[in-house]
């Protein structure tokens, strides 16, 4: 009978035997892969590996990502020799032969098998082949030696092929395996395009919600802050930015703010700055809300009927809030100086509450502070003064005249007593002083609270106003803040950073460092259904060395 030599091996019982490399082979398993399609890839074995792999069982516990251990190749050279063939004849057979071993002579039994059959009495090919459904001949081309006329011998072992059916069928679920994972991977790419283009925006539409129509002081201030607006669209645009700009005449009703609102085009809107009325603001602020449209609410006029809508951002903090962030600042910056709370006599609203939360704000860190009337004798100065700590002054009121003469009298003081170091801390109006006071500012190392600044001797600024007046043809009013600025920093705030992030600008909008030119933003949440506040407060030093430092 002319078998091949591992027929007459597995009969036998007999093995050969490989040095084992010292590198193993591993495989992590593919979705859909079965074992025998593990080892025709790698040619060798399917029972091999199911030896190595115990945890697999008979390959009915093999899954997606399991990484299995692959039976090393060897070169024939790292075989042991091989007995001769007339030699193995004449070891006895073993009562129970085992499953044949899957290496001869270095080789392998090719990976095509389904299953290893051992032949039972009275079997022979037509029968084995009608059993497994497989023509003999293809069995035969699966056992190298056997042909259609061999006589098989009782325990030995037969590779059976996959039938051709069988065949067929593994070729066309790996090519919809193929396709299926051609598709996972064009979809991965398509939603990785998608998130790309989400994380830009290259078009914006913009609306804007105000009384536009000129007249009075509140209709000029509302132009120049649409004119500062347009600016910054410009500004987007040379970045590369489209921008469409739907402008609406506000009016004053909640009848005219739903008219605009009715329009199909508003709620394609990215964002909309407005409105200026209180009237109008529940209505938009629904509007926005119900839509998902960013609301950019530029005045503190309309800012308590958004406290309900995370799309909304208040731009404009509230006195109220200004102080307790001023006060919170204030707090962690000057730790150990020695605050001396001046009464000016003319005490107004605004000193007088920001004196007495910073007073409670002391005493709860336990940090003294001392009250000095403006009118008080040298001696009195000298008891509240500290000669070892930076002296702090804060007066109870912010008018111009009543912070001329403090700081006329700390000059004085300061002539002479040099040995004690002074300091001023005021209010946002302060740096409207400066033309009168900037000199003596310095000089007593002042800083002032604001939410806005506007410096007149920066290039960027000026630069900033030549520009808006060849636009536009006058110049900015002498306001305080500018609205032209106001309405520049804000809409290319949100412009340029919507662009820039897209759908991500909620979420990383803090990493935007823009440069303000007057107005600085800084928006917090305090929950996921409450609306975005600016929490920006600048203290402005005017430093002994006659520079101007920006302390956020």
Same mark, same amino acid.
């Given at each position: 009978?002319?078998?091949?030599?591992?027929?007459?091996?597995?009969?036998?019982?007999?093995?050969?035997?490989?040095?084992?490399?010292?590198?193993?082979?591993?495989?992590?398993?593919?979705?859909?892969?079965?074992?025998?399609?593990?080892?025709?890839?790698?040619?060798?074995?399917?029972?091999?590996?199911?030896?190595?792999?115990?945890?697999?069982?008979?390959?009915?516990?093999?899954?997606?990502?399991?990484?299995?251990?692959?039976?090393?190749?060897?070169?024939?050279?790292?075989?042991?020799?091989?007995?001769?063939?007339?030699?193995?004849?004449?070891?006895?057979?073993?009562?129970?032969?085992?499953?044949?071993?899957?290496?001869?002579?270095?080789?392998?039994?090719?990976?095509?098998?389904?299953?290893?059959?051992?032949?039972?009495?009275?079997?022979?090919?037509?029968?084995?082949?009608?059993?497994?459904?497989?023509?003999?001949?293809?069995?035969?081309?699966?056992?190298?030696?056997?042909?259609?006329?061999?006589?098989?011998?009782?325990?030995?072992?037969?590779?059976?092929?996959?039938?051709?059916?069988?065949?067929?069928?593994?070729?066309?679920?790996?090519?919809?395996?193929?396709?299926?994972?051609?598709?996972?991977?064009?979809? /991965? @790419? &398509?939603? %990785?395009? =998608?998130?790309? +283009?989400?994380?830009?925006?290259?078009?914006?539409?913009?609306?804007? *919600? $105000?009384?536009?129509?000129?007249?009075?002081?509140?209709?000029?201030?509302?132009?120049?802050?649409?004119?500062?607006?347009?600016?910054?669209?410009?500004?987007?645009?040379?970045?590369?930015?489209?921008?469409?700009?739907?402008?609406?005449?506000?009016?004053?009703?909640?009848?005219?703010?739903?008219?605009?609102?009715?329009?199909?085009?508003?709620?394609?809107?990215?964002?909309?700055?407005?409105?200026?009325?209180?009237?109008?603001?529940?209505?938009?602020?629904?509007?926005?809300?119900?839509?998902?449209?960013?609301?950019?609410?530029?005045?503190?006029?309309?800012?308590?009927?958004?406290?309900?809508?995370?799309?909304?951002?208040?731009?404009?903090?509230?006195? /109220? @809030? &200004?102080? %307790?962030? =001023?006060?919170? +600042?204030?707090?962690?910056?000057?730790?150990?100086?020695?605050?001396? *709370? $001046?009464?000016?006599?003319?005490?107004?609203?605004?000193?007088?509450?920001?004196?007495?939360?910073?007073?409670?704000?002391?005493?709860?860190?336990?940090?003294?502070?001392?009250?000095?009337?403006?009118?008080?004798?040298?001696?009195?100065?000298?008891?509240?003064?500290?000669?070892?700590?930076?002296?702090?002054?804060?007066?109870?009121?912010?008018?111009?005249?009543?912070?001329?003469?403090?700081?006329?009298?700390?000059?004085?003081?300061?002539?002479?007593?040099?040995?004690?170091?002074?300091?001023?801390?005021?209010?946002?109006?302060?740096?409207?002083?400066?033309?009168?006071?900037?000199?003596?500012?310095?000089?007593?190392?002042?800083?002032?609270?604001?939410?806005?600044?506007?410096?007149?001797? =920066?290039?960027?600024?000026?630069?900033?106003?030549?520009?808006?007046?060849?636009?536009?043809?006058?110049?900015?009013?002498?306001?305080?803040?500018?609205?032209?600025?106001?309405?520049?920093?804000?809409?290319?705030?949100?412009?340029?950073?919507?662009?820039?992030?897209?759908?991500?600008?909620?979420?990383?909008?803090?990493?935007?460092?823009?440069?303000?030119?007057?107005?600085?933003?800084?928006?917090?949440?305090?929950?996921?259904?409450?609306?975005?506040?600016?929490?920006?407060?600048?203290?402005?030093?005017?430093?002994?060395?006659?520079?101007?430092?920006?302390?956020?």
């Amino acid at each position: 009978m002319k078998f091949s030599l591992r027929i007459l091996l597995a009969a036998l019982g007999i093995t050969l035997s490989l040095n084992l490399s010292a590198q193993q082979r591993t495989h992590q398993v593919q979705p859909g892969e079965t074992v025998f399609a593990i080892a025709r890839k790698y040619q060798v074995s399917p029972q091999d590996i199911l030896r190595l792999n115990p945890s697999i069982g008979n390959g009915d516990r093999i899954t997606a990502g399991q990484t299995l251990v692959l039976p090393t190749r060897e070169k024939p050279s790292n075989l042991q020799p091989a007995q001769p063939v007339q030699q193995l004849q004449q070891v006895q057979q073993p009562q129970q032969p085992s499953a044949p071993q899957q290496q001869v002579n270095g080789g392998f039994l090719n990976s095509g098998c389904k299953e290893m059959y051992r032949i039972q009495k009275k079997d022979n090919l037509y029968r084995i082949a009608l059993r497994f459904g497989v023509p003999i001949e293809e069995i035969c081309a699966a056992n190298p030696g056997l042909t259609p006329d061999s006589k098989l011998k009782k325990n030995e072992w037969l590779c059976i092929p996959f039938s051709r059916a069988e065949r067929q069928a593994e070729a066309e679920r790996q090519a919809a395996l193929r396709a299926q994972e051609a598709e996972r991977a064009r979809q /991965e @790419a &398509a939603a %990785q395009e =998608a998130a790309r +283009k989400k994380s830009t925006r290259q078009h914006l539409n913009v609306g804007v *919600i $105000l009384p536009l129509k000129a007249g009075g002081d509140k209709g000029s201030k509302m132009i120049e802050f649409y004119r500062g607006l347009l600016m910054a669209a410009d500004s987007v645009k040379q970045q590369g930015t489209s921008v469409d700009i739907y402008t609406y005449h506000s009016g004053s009703t909640a009848a005219e703010m739903r008219t605009i609102l009715s329009q199909p085009k508003m709620q394609e809107m990215d964002m909309i700055f407005g409105p200026l009325e209180p009237a109008q603001a529940a209505s938009l602020n629904a509007f926005c809300k119900e839509h998902k449209i960013r609301l950019v609410t530029p005045f503190s006029t309309t800012n308590s009927y958004s406290q309900d809508n995370p799309y909304a951002y208040l731009a404009s903090i509230t006195s /109220e @809030a &200004a102080r %307790q962030v =001023a006060v919170d +600042k204030v707090l962690g910056l000057f730790p150990r100086h020695n605050v001396i *709370i $001046l009464s000016t006599n003319h005490a107004d609203g605004r000193g007088t509450q920001f004196t007495a939360e910073l007073r409670t704000g002391l005493s709860a860190r336990n940090q003294t502070s001392h009250t000095l009337n403006i009118d008080a004798d040298e001696d009195a100065f000298l008891a509240a003064m500290s000669r070892t700590q930076t002296n702090l002054i804060v007066p109870d009121a912010s008018s111009l005249s009543v912070t001329s003469q403090m700081a006329r009298r700390l000059k004085a003081f300061k002539q002479e007593h040099p040995e004690f170091r002074l300091a001023m801390l005021g209010y946002p109006e302060w740096p409207t002083y400066t033309s009168s006071l900037r000199s003596i500012f310095h000089e007593l190392d002042t800083y002032a609270y604001t939410t806005f600044y506007r410096d007149p001797n =920066a290039a960027r600024v000026r630069q900033f106003e030549n520009r808006f007046a060849q636009h536009f043809g006058q110049e900015m009013a002498r306001t305080f803040p500018r609205y032209g600025l106001f309405g520049f920093d804000l809409a290319y705030y949100f412009m340029n950073g919507v662009s820039r992030l897209g759908d991500f600008f909620e979420e990383k909008q803090h990493n935007l460092n823009y440069r303000m030119l007057q107005h600085g933003f800084s928006f917090e949440q305090v929950n996921a259904d409450a609306p975005r506040i600016n929490r920006q407060l600048m203290l402005i030093h005017y430093t002994p060395e006659q520079k101007v430092e920006i302390i956020k």
